[in-house]
């Protein structure tokens, strides 16, 4: 109880500033069902993402929230025998229509993974590869690896060893680094499947941070199981559980504060007061 | 007897019993290398073994110098054959594979594997040989091509599989297309175990001695066109050994501690490249 009355307090006193009367939402899932063959993984689950912001995907293991994380860049692409139903919005144009290039959809919606996952390449080429690729010329990949390296705080730490292998670096350096390697290609929304996971307590601080400010320029979809994390960083917060055939669904969607002192479910408060998961 | 005593004893029994294993697996090489290693030394230290060719039976004198040029243009040209082949498909086993088309490689290949060598002769014999009229080092470059390709596309496959799936995502969640994360991606970080595949075939085909018999055929001269019939050192060992000239059998012995030496500097480089790159 003591922890969630800190949770409240938390909530309390960092949101409740911006909430817009006509927001502009970015990303707009409407019914989604997912199936890895013939089980269901997602039902009809929605969410509407506002653009900006922060985004918290919560609930216990096998809800489907990374699941349902990966169907906005269509990472489930790769894996055969999957299937998505219902529709996917960005900025009003349907990420699950077949006839959508996903390397176009993949440069506008960013990942970042569980465990840092950098190339075994050097610290600048890993930033690099994204502007390489898109062929972008020398002196603009020079200056979007600095901005990215800024933007992610790492500029100070790596600058003098660019050149240095990236699995020399700290966990944490390396999720920063995965970070300003998905910042680079200029996105307008950025996935996190719980990027903290695998980083100790202050490498933690540092992303939780750092997603205070990138908000200002990107949208930001976030799962995570720490719900703490959930209270601290994100203005909006969608509950998901397994339903009785344990396909996930959304529970309760609405502004992170709202869910944390007043949730409207019974199911949503007791994930909250730690009666289950 | 107390527990804890019958729990030692049988402890100390299995190790004994495996460092027994370990000597008799470890002594028949170490003993065939030594030999290799006394009869073939006084050859290898004649002068002139490494620099002229053969001398006409009866003859002292001679070495094996067409024999070292032929290994290297035959073992040669079949890697510049299989090499990118065999490292392509797998590529395309490890990363497209998955599936009735990947499944039926795999069969194939491994079928290859356990193929006697012969039959790769057979092969060259019949292809090449028999369709140009002569004899020629590239028919048995062909042939010893197909009998590497199966060992270098299993080698690039397993060091394919190892990459983490994190960086496939990684690089497919940046926008980029799968054949470049394929090609920038995945291969660089698998380098060290294809190279080590490639070079393992290498040593592999170099020491190979039936592919050759009715292909290159074996020539005194020192051959260096590959549509000529050529020698090679195992070839040299196969002769000579059949032959009842001592400078002639020394040769044969020689011959085949250069093969050995061959093969086992290969293996090193492969196990000092993959060290290096793993830094």
Known sequence: MGQLISIRMQTETARRVEQDADPEIKLDARQVNFFYGDFQALHDASLAVQA?????????????????????????????????????????????????????????????????NPFPKSIFDNVAYGPHMLGWSKARINQVVEESLKDTGLWEEVKTRLQRSALNLSGGQQQRLCLARALAVEPQVILMDEPASALDPIATLRIEELMQDLKQRYTIVIVTHNMQQAARVSDFTAFMLMNEKRAGEVIEYGPTDDIFNRPKDGRTEDYITGRFG | MSRPMVRILVDRFFGALIAVSVMLAAVPVLVLLLFVVIKGLPGLLTPGFFTDPPFPQGVPGGGVFNAIIGT????????????????????????????????????????????????????????????????????????????????????????????????????????????????????????????????????????????????????????????????????????????????????????????????????????????????
């Not at chain 1, 990472?75 to 077949?98: C, F, I, K, Q, Y």
């Not at chain 2, 057979?122 to 390709?149: D, R």
């Not at chain 2, 199966?150 to 940046?174: C, D, F, K, N, Y």
């Not at chain 2, 093969?263 to 492969?270: D, G, M, R, S, Y």
């Open chain 1, 52 to 116: 900006r912001r922060i985004t918290a995907l919560i609930g216990p293991s096998g809800c489907g929230k990374t699941t349902f994380l990966r169907i906005f860049n269509r990472m489930h692409d790769l894996t055969p025998g999957t299937r998505a139903t219902g529709e996917v919005l960005l900025d009003g144009h349907n990420v699950l229509s077949p006839d959508v290039d996903v390397i176009q959809l993949r440069r506008q919606v960013g990942m970042l993974f569980q465990r840092p």
């Open chain 2, 72 to 279: 290297l243009v035959i073992v040669g040209i079949g890697s510049l054959l299989a090499v990118p082949i065999g490292s392509l498909i797998g590529i395309f086993l490890s990363e497209y594979g998955r599936n009735q088309l990947g499944d039926a490689v795999r069969f194939i290949s491994d079928v290859l594997t356990g193929l006697p060598s012969i039959a790769f002769g057979i092969f060259g014999y019949t292809v090449v040989v028999l369709t140009t009229h002569h004899f020629s080092a590239i028919s048995a470059s062909i042939a010893l091509a197909v009998l590497m390709l199966p060992v270098i596309l299993r080698a690039t496959e397993s060091a394919l599989v190892l990459v983490p799936q994190s960086l496939r995502e990684a690089g497919l969640a940046l926008g980029a297309p799968r054949w470049r994360v394929t090609l920038e991606i995945v291969v660089p970080a698998a380098l060290g175990g294809i190279v080590t595949g490639g070079l393992l075939a290498m040593a592999r085909a170099a020491g190979e001695t039936a592919p050759l018999l009715f292909t290159a055929f074996g020539n005194d001269i020192v051959q260096t066109n590959p549509f000529q019939p050529m020698g090679a050192l195992a070839l040299t060992v196969f002769r000579n050994a059949l032959v009842p000239y001592t400078n002639l059998q020394d040769q044969a012995w020689a011959a085949a501690l250069l093969l050995v030496m061959l093969v086992a500097t290969t293996n090193i480089l492969a196990r000092v490249y993959v060290r290096r790159i793993q830094r």
